[in-house]
């Protein structure tokens, strides 16, 4: 992996940080924005990691609120979301607005619904009905932050990246 690219990484990592003490609601924050910009900009693998890296520190900085297995399998989750996002990033052809949408659907389901119903069985049905609505709206607005983020981006910025 080239320098410029372990730099960056670095510094969204440092970034995600930084989101995890922005918390929306109880483990809910902004800690996976760099980790959407990760997965844009350097891939679906680097945004993986440091969406996993977010939620945990998230965790870690709320005490884990909802016991280890749910941070754990939100971790796991984080990484999911990111690898699909990334690789629907890099290979959906459409224009840019279109691409928003369904990456943006992609997004929230993998981040926000699924995840609260895989939980179901081992939380309850009190925990969906409490983080769907923060979760919904701290996913998108990380996610389309991003794309906002990486749509902006000049080309110059982007090719010493890649």
């Not at 440092?14 to 760099?34: E, N, W, Y």
């Not at 979301?81 to 052809?93: A, C, H, N, P």
């Not at 691409?99 to 619904?113: C, E, H």
């Amino acid at each position: 992996m080239k320098l410029n690219k372990l730099v960056l990484m670095a510094v969204l990592i440092a970034l995600s940080v930084i989101g995890s003490t922005l918390k929306v609601f109880s483990t809910v924050a902004f800690d996976s924005l760099p980790a959407y910009l990760a997965a844009i900009l350097l891939g679906p693998l680097a945004g993986g990691i440091i969406g996993g890296l977010g939620h945990l520190i998230t965790a870690l900085t709320a005490g884990f609120p909802l016991g280890v297995l749910v941070h754990l399998i939100t971790i796991l989750a984080m990484v999911v979301t990111m690898g699909v996002f990334g690789y629907g990033y890099r290979k959906l052809i459409l224009p840019f607005y279109l691409k928003a949408l369904v990456l943006g659907l992609v997004g929230w389901l993998f981040n926000a619904v699924l995840p609260l119903v895989l939980l179901i069985p081992i939380a309850g049905q009190g925990l969906f009905m409490a983080f769907i609505l923060p979760l919904t709206l701290a996913t998108l607005a990380n996610l389309y932050l991003a794309l906002i983020i990486a749509q902006v981006l000049p080309d110059s910025i982007k090719e010493r990246i890649v």
